[in-house]
């Protein structure tokens, strides 16, 4: 299995911030897919989930600002989010499934002005 979060960055509040991750190893399409967090100091933190025929799920800390997608065709799932604030900086991992022995490296965003 193996899932590469793209770079994040530095965003100011208010800004937004497209995350993908391609993933191989795994058949993608069948798959659930789920994004989560991890803030300094804290602990993993579950962001959303997106089933095969779509379906999607998101922490209430998110609800309304992230979009979750994937394009089976690409084996690539995405995090879209938007009115970023400086609480949403972390770490962010992509994983099948919430299964996140198996996730990616990570990638940082960085919410801050």
């Known amino acids: 299995v193996r899932l590469v979060e793209s770079v994040g960055g530095l965003v100011q509040p208010g800004g937004s911030l497209r995350l993908s991750c391609p993933a191989s190893g795994f058949t993608f399409s069948g798959s659930v897919m789920s994004w989560a967090r991890q803030a300094p100091g804290k602990g993993l933190e579950w962001v959303s989930d997106?089933?095969?025929?779509?379906?999607?799920y998101y922490a209430d800390s998110v609800k309304g600002r992230f979009t979750i997608s994937r394009d089976n065709a690409k084996n690539t799932v995405y995090l879209q989010m938007y009115s970023l604030k400086p609480e949403d900086t972390a770490i962010y991992y992509c994983?099948?499934?919430?299964?996140?022995?198996?996730r990616g490296r990570g990638t940082q965003v960085t919410v801050s002005s």
């Open positions: 997106i089933y095969s025929a779509a379906r999607t």
């Open positions: 994983a099948p499934g919430r299964t996140w022995v198996l």
